[in-house]
Structures are given as structure tokens and as C-alpha cells.
Nanobody, 126 residues
Framework: QVQLVESGGGLVQAGGSLRLSCAAS????????MGWFRQGPGKEREFVAA????????NYADSVKGRFSISRDNGKNTVYLQMNSLKPEDTAVYYC???????????????????WGQGTQVTVSS
């Protein structure tokens, strides 16, 4: 079983930056692709970014390309989401997710991720 714990959320002004972290226990993260998703008020959960096991390949939602960057430190069993040039529409609860054993693709669908963290709130004020 995998336990994921996000941290780093908070309140920031538009144009500011935040760095989210996702620490894993119960399994070595280096064995699976990881993703970040978000759910804004009254909205469905949506894909933000994903990264392969090695960290070589990444995927991003069009809405965050050029502003957000996903990375991982397999030695620390941690995945990061660096968020720059934040906008009010980035306000959401951000979730870290892990794919199952044997998977290799940095998938973009929520159904591809069986393991989820509890989420961390990011609020961007205008």
C-alpha cells in the first residue's frame, strides 16, 4: 500500500510562486509514474502534470505549460510541483497520485492512478 502526503500549499498573490511536495511511504516511488491533479470549487478533478519513473518524460495540461514544472527525487521518495506565474484560476485543492506497479506512462487520466494523497489547498488572490 502507498501513502502519499502533500505539502506546500497556501495563499499567494497572482504572479507569485509555490512549490508543492509529495512524500511517499509504503513503497519506493521510483518504481511508478507520478501525477499531480487539481480540483477547483465546483469543478471536476483535472490533470495538471505527470512524470515517468526516471523523470525523463513529463506531461502537462495546456493551462499550466510554461508555468508549472514537475520533478522527482527518487532518493528522497518525493515528487514536486513548482508553480510559477500563478493565476486566480489556479486556485484549487492539489492532489498527488501514484500509478500502479508495472506501469510506465505518465498518464493524464484520474482512472490511471489508484493511489491518492489527501490534497493541499492552493489559493491565488487577484
Amino acid at each position: 500500500q502507498v501513502q502519499l502526503v502533500e505539502s506546500g500549499g497556501g495563499l499567494v498573490q497572482a504572479g507569485g510562486s509555490l512549490r508543492l511536495s509529495c512524500a511517499a511511504s509504503g513503497r519506493t516511488l521510483s518504481s511508478v509514474p507520478m501525477g499531480w491533479f487539481r480540483q477547483g470549487p465546483g469543478k471536476e478533478r483535472e490533470f495538471v502534470a505527470a512524470i515517468t519513473r526516471s523523470g525523463v518524460d513529463t506531461n502537462y495540461a495546456d493551462s499550466v505549460k510554461g508555468r508549472f514544472s514537475i520533478s522527482r527525487d527518487n532518493g528522497k521518495n518525493t515528487v514536486y510541483l513548482q508553480m510559477n506565474s500563478l493565476k486566480p484560476e489556479d486556485t484549487a485543492v492539489y492532489y498527488c497520485a501514484a500509478r500502479g506497479s508495472g506501469t510506465v506512462v505518465a498518464a493524464t487520466e484520474t482512472g490511471d492512478y489508484p493511489y491518492w494523497g489527501q490534497g493541499t489547498q492552493v489559493t491565488v488572490s487577484s
